[in-house]
């Protein structure tokens, strides 16, 4: 009790000059602060939200659920946590994985270095303190010598910017911005804006409780069925023990999953019959590893081909409306857009109180006092969800206002697009590092494992720091430049480069169209960052 009160006096103190702050209480931050905190730093984080969890604070809306399998999504650094937790859904849901984040957090005693409820809105670096400032939205300030940005690559949510959105004499709501309390849908006529992962999952939630849900479709997104189901004790206890084996599998595995079976023929170089039986095989499992049935569905339209004609034929037997089928069935490649992975999603069509509308033929001009005004017509609804997505991989930290040396801004810095070495670092913001930054596999990868990396590199860093006795480490140019023009090159090998996704930042108007993640694969971009570190932080400027 007594040195609970002394971490919350720390809290309060803005003459505190703590070793690192962390921004962001998701998994990267908490895993950050129990890393650095046992080599015994000072450390504080700073979290907008009033709790732990980050992704699963924030994303409460009906479905919502992972896609990487809960035995999977979850963290490997402790032998005693992976064994004690019993995930009880193959994909666990949103309220379970905040849970699991709740009893890190308190298995970890790690709540009583978390600032909750504070914004960060400022940070700039004191070139001659060599210290970073850090200001919340509440005018709190807080100082360090290193600075973790744990932001999130999806925590910073498209606000609909709707026309009339005002006007609007409904409720409306933003996926990720969900209400803690729930939203009742039941005898609500409901409209949903968007056909994403988020939207994927909530349309079949919410079409079993709303009077009528209208979904307004701008692009059909591939989505395969994740075949849900609860865990058995035998399954489980087979993955506990041989869990580190599992682990050291998923990260040497490209997307960081041990489960991922990836093939390594062409899908064109084996018969149509085989094709069709491996698809086949890989849709009955279910999930997102769908894609990973050829080693080229990734990079040639035509092996793409067969696996998107695939989906597309399945779209036209499940939904029994002709018209809706082929506006659902998606015509850019599979796997450009992030893939989805659903529960009854196609099946929803063909209830009676589902409507889809096609945004493209019919644009919407806004809102207006009774709901939604396309070209043609005026939909009223009673709530309006949008499920838009966010402002991915640069939103939050773009959000900061963050100042390096020599004044320079990271927003004027990325007007262009992001630059990062690593997606760990940054030119000109010294003691500064990003975690599944630009740059980095990050969103291409079940994230716990690329966070768990990030997080052991920037801990043996600062370490490197301490024990060396340095005071700053900044990311060189050549080096930022290098790396960029790598994560370039090697997204443009890909067909993810040929569509208006968010991996590109084509969802937000005036967003600097880049390829933004890094498309390599977590093997060799680990191996690189380990190479970096051994040769003394290649790549880096210590003083
Ligand atoms: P986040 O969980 O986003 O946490 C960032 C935290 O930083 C938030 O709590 C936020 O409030 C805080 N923050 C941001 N800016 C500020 C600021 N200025 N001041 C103070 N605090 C701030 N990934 C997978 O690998 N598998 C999945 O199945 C999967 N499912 C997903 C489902 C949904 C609905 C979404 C949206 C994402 C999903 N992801 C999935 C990606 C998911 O974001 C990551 O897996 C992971 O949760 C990210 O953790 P994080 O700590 O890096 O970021
Ligand atoms: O967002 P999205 P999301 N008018 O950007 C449409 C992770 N995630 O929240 O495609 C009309 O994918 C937009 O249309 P278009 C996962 O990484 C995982 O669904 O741009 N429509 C699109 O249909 C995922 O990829 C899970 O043409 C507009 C939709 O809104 C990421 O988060 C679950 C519009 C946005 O789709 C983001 O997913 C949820 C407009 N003005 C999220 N603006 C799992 O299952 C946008 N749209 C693990």
Redesign the pocket.
Known sequence: MTSLKLESDLINNSTVVYDVIV?????????MLHELRKTGLNVLV????TG????????R?PG?????ESME?SYSFSEELQQEWNWRHR?ST?PE?LEYANHVADRFDLRRYIKFQ????SVRYDQNKQQWLLK??MKEEFQSRFCV????????VNEPKFNGIKDYQGDWYI??RWPHSGVDFSGKTVGIIGTG??AV?AIPVIAKEAKHLTVFQRTANYSIPAKNRSLINSEVEGVKSRYSEIRTEARSNRA?IAFLKAGIDSALSVSETTRTQEYQRRWDEGGTGFTAAYSDIGTSDKANFTAAEFVRNKIRETVQNTETAELLAPTNTIGCKRLCADTDYYETYNRANVTLLDVNSDPIQGLVEEGIQTEKNIYAFDIIVFAIG?DAMTG??L??NITGKDGCNLKEIWSEGPKSYLGLSMFGFPNMFT??GPGSPS?L???????EQHVEWIRDCINYMELGGHSEIEAELAAEEYWTNQVEEIARNTLRYTCNSWYVGANIPGKKRIFMPYAGGIPPYREYCDEVAQNGYDGFKIS
Not at 23 to 31: D, K, L, N, P, Q
Not at 52 to 59: E, M, P, R, S
Not at 118 to 121: A, E, K, L, M, P
């Open positions: 921004v962001g209480a998701g998994f990267a931050g908490m895993y700073l979290e907008e939200a732990v969890g980050g992704t699963w604070y924030w994303n809306y919502a659920r992972c896609d990487v999504y994909f949103q994985i504070t914004r960060v809105s919340s939205s940005m744990a932001t999130g690559t999806l925590s910073s996926t990720g992962s988020s999952q960081g966010f939050a930290l959000s900061m975690i599944t969103v990868s079940n994230m716990m494992t690329s966070i």
